[in-house]
């Protein structure tokens, strides 16, 4: 016999995460500036590692070689792909955001590359520095709205169980009570039954 089902607790919820859609935003911005770099600017794929100078040409003050706009594209790229999930977003937010800051780290103690194969300039820099930081901090942020379900689901079959168990504890409903008011005992014999009126 099927047992029917109810549930009328309150739904689960998983709540709007507050990383997917920033980090999403940030990972478009990152691939149109190394697509764009890439077609309108230097696509020189020198380097003269690790001590050595690179330099390209600028875009929108921004100046960079192949592999600089490679390494945006690349990075807006992987935020993309992971800003569908909370999780991913998240994940992904935190390990480009550690390599934008310590490449901006390095630009600055270096000079204006990146170990002899990134061309960067002071813009360069400062994007990529404060992208980075953004997307450290978008790392940690959480959900918003998130409810847990309630009690697990019963049973219609339970609740009836408990409802005629109530009855027959708090009530009389149960025993019979014939017409004229008086309560009737039902006995049961080898031969049959008989009704005992008192």
Do not use: Q
Request: glycine share 14%.
């Amino acid at each position: 016999m099927a047992t029917d089902r109810y549930d009328d607790t309150a739904r689960p919820r998983s709540g709007v995460s507050l990383a997917k859609g920033p980090v999403g935003l940030l990972g478009l911005a990152s691939l149109a500036l190394g697509v764009l770099g890439f077609i309108f600017a230097s696509r020189s794929f020198d380097f003269n590692a690790p001590s050595g100078t690179v330099t390209g040409t600028t875009f929108i003050g921004i100046e960079g070689n192949g592999w600089t706009w490679v390494v945006f594209a690349a990075a807006g790229l992987l935020l993309l792909l992971g800003s569908p999930l909370h999780w991913g977003a998240k994940s992904m937010a935190f390990i480009v955001g550690v390599v934008f800051v310590v490449g901006a780290l390095i630009a600055l103690s270096d000079g204006d590359d990146i170990l002899g194969i990134v061309a960067m300039n002071n813009w360069t820099k400062l994007i990529m520095g404060a992208a980075g930081v953004a997307l450290i901090v978008l790392s940690m942020m959480p959900r918003v709205g998130r409810r847990r379900g309630g009690a697990p689901v019963a049973t219609r079959r339970d609740r009836e169980v408990t409802d005629t168990r109530s009855e027959g504890r708090f009530g009389r409903d149960s025993e019979p009570v014939s017409p004229n008011g008086r309560e009737t005992t039902t006995t049961t014999r080898r031969g049959g039954s008989y009704e005992d009126r008192r």
